[in-house]
């Protein structure tokens, strides 16, 4: 089949418009609502690794300890496995008054609540919590539901925002969505470091009741989410949705169980037969093999299920296959350069920041300095960012704008390596965070925007739900062992290294403009022009 049957329409012709016509998108009630939105979104993901982070690392964590819960966000990278159950089923009761999205949306929001009330029981310098010989597992327990719910809300959340506006929109939405995830960002970042001091728990003086106040306060914000969520309107879709009998998704979700478990099973004992004292670079490579294992023994469950005739094939077809086929039909082998892009476009930014809390104290920076320059005016530049991104979208070609995106935030993680010359320098640190932080919102909002263009409007979540889980997978593998190469080789080797890898981005992003065609003889971003604006 050609590539003109795809369904989606080109995106980002390089429209003749002024800066402040462009600007005026942002005032759109539907831009309104992914600000709020975004907000709900940007509440777990800081409680999952900044946040957390200072509070393990206080309470006398070992730091390569700390840096592996960044793991408990992998729920964020494998979210494309339940996506589809979430766009095929429907929620007893709750689909029917609020609508498909919005049902999902609130479920997510009350587990999220749930998650973090979770983590806040639990002290981790205590010797024993309910059934739990090691507090940490607990804390682990919650920090992967936590993860879970929140990439389950952000599946829902990312079908909301392309079912509620044409592909011309998306860069605004995305641009708002941003600021509102950066503000959440701030109050679970720099507001909860604030409310840590003020309740009484310091680097020299650790507080398990400050903390846990703490986290109890963000599961209170999260309402604000979930009265976002009952106030707004269900948005209109486009898609074709096939009504089953009830019978029918319960044997997709019993499927769904029996996968997850198989993959839980096998991370699990898989890893007791993994050597414990490795090197880095062996122990991320063992750690990627691990995870392949597990994912390829939940999909050999899966397969054999649907095989017996636990779920009717055309039904477990149409529901996780078929969205995969769609995207391989409209790009064909093309469509391997396009994953490889996506799947590394954002490794430099995602690599540097798992550690970046534990960097800023081991540099001499105190809990406050932190909230206030790295949680408070790092985000805000991050929001500027993400509008300036959004601007740059709406006036240049997508990819001209992620060309623009990708040098700029592999350059800024070279401001690092000047930290570590300057340690305890105030005025370096504003300088790394500020460049760092606007480079990150525009390259994250013109990223945003690319992946919604290449989402089929038939198959929203799903297809989304695969592109934002393959722009985390490997640079939170990666991640997870940030601590490890710091101690091993130092800081300044590190920021080297997440420069580094975000050289070969830009050779990437040259042969997507280059070569990928959507939509007949019109590429990505709707006309026919390379990156230097020359005809093709």
Not at 120 to 137: C, E, G, I, R
Not at 180 to 193: E, K, S
Not at 311 to 329: L, S
Not at 476 to 500: H, R
Request: hydrophobic share 55%; aromatic share 12%.
């Amino acid at each position: 089949m050609s590539a003109a049957t795809h369904s989606t329409p080109p995106v980002n012709k390089a429209a003749k418009r002024s800066w402040s016509e462009a600007a005026k998108a942002y005032l759109d009630s539907r831009a309104i609502i992914m600000l709020f939105l975004g907000f709900a979104a940007g509440i777990p993901i800081m409680l999952i690794f900044s946040s957390l982070s200072l509070w393990l690392r206080e309470a006398g964590i070992d730091r390569s300890v700390v840096t592996m819960f960044a793991w408990a966000a992998l729920g964020y990278s494998f979210k494309f496995i339940w996506a589809p159950l979430i766009d095929a089923l429907p929620l007893p009761i709750l689909t029917k008054k609020l609508g498909r999205r919005r049902a999902w949306m609130l479920v997510s929001q009350l587990l999220i609540i749930s998650a973090i009330c979770i983590m806040a029981s639990v002290n981790p310098q205590a010797t024993k919590v309910m059934l739990f010989d090691d507090p940490l597992k607990l804390m682990g327990l919650g920090a992967v539901l936590l993860g879970f719910s929140s990439a389950t809300q952000d599946i829902v959340i990312d079908a909301y925002r392309i079912e509620l506006a044409p592909v011309d929109m998306q860069s605004v939405l995305s641009a708002m969505y941003t600021a509102g995830y950066r503000i959440g960002m701030i109050v679970a970042g720099a507001g909860a470091l604030y409310l840590a001091d003020f309740f009484g728990s310091t680097e020299t003086l650790y507080s398990y009741v400050a903390w846990r106040n703490t986290y109890l306060l963000m599961a209170l914000v999260m309402l604000v989410g979930v009265a976002t969520t009952l106030i707004i309107r269900e948005p209109i879709s486009n898609q074709v949705r096939i009504e089953r009998q009830s019978s029918d998704y319960g044997r997709l979700v019993l499927v769904f169980v029996f996968a997850i478990v198989a993959f839980v099973m096998t991370f699990y004992y898989s890893g007791n037969l993994m050597p414990k004292e490795t090197g880095v670079l062996l122990g991320f490579g063992l750690e990627v093999v691990h995870l392949l294992a597990s994912l390829t023994a939940a999909l050999t469950v899966g397969y054999l299920l649907v095989s017996v005739g636990l779920v009717d094939k055309r039904i477990a077809y149409t529901t996780w296959i078929e969205p995969i086929v769609d995207f391989f039909r409209r790009y064909g082998k093309k469509a391997l350069l396009l994953l490889a892009l996506i799947g590394l476009y954002r490794i430099s930014d995602i690599v540097a920041g798992v550690i970046s809390n534990v960097f800023y104290q081991d540099m001499g920076f105190s809990k406050t300095d932190i909230a206030t320059a790295v949680k408070l005016v790092g985000v805000i530049m991050t929001i500027a960012g993400g509008l300036l991104g959004g601007l740059l979208a709406k006036k240049l070609r997508i990819m001209q704008a992620m060309m623009v995106g990708a040098i700029l935030a592999a350059i800024t993680n070279l401001l690092f390596v000047l930290l570590t010359y300057h340690q305890g320098s105030l005025e370096v640190m504003y300088m790394a965070v500020v460049f760092d932080n606007l480079a990150a919102g525009l390259a994250m909002t013109v990223f945003i925007a690319f992946l919604s263009a290449l989402t089929s409007i038939r198959f929203t979540a799903v297809q989304y739900a695969i592109f934002s889980s393959l722009m985390t997978l490997f640079p939170k593998v990666l991640g997870g062992y940030s601590g490890s190469i710091v101690d091993n080789m130092g800081y300044p080797f590190f920021f080297i290294f997440t420069f580094a890898i975000g050289v070969p981005i830009l050779l990437l992003i040259y042969l997507v403009d280059k070569h990928i065609v959507i939509g007949g003889n019109d590429d990505i971003y709707g006309d026919d022009t390379d990156l230097s604006g020359t005809k093709k």
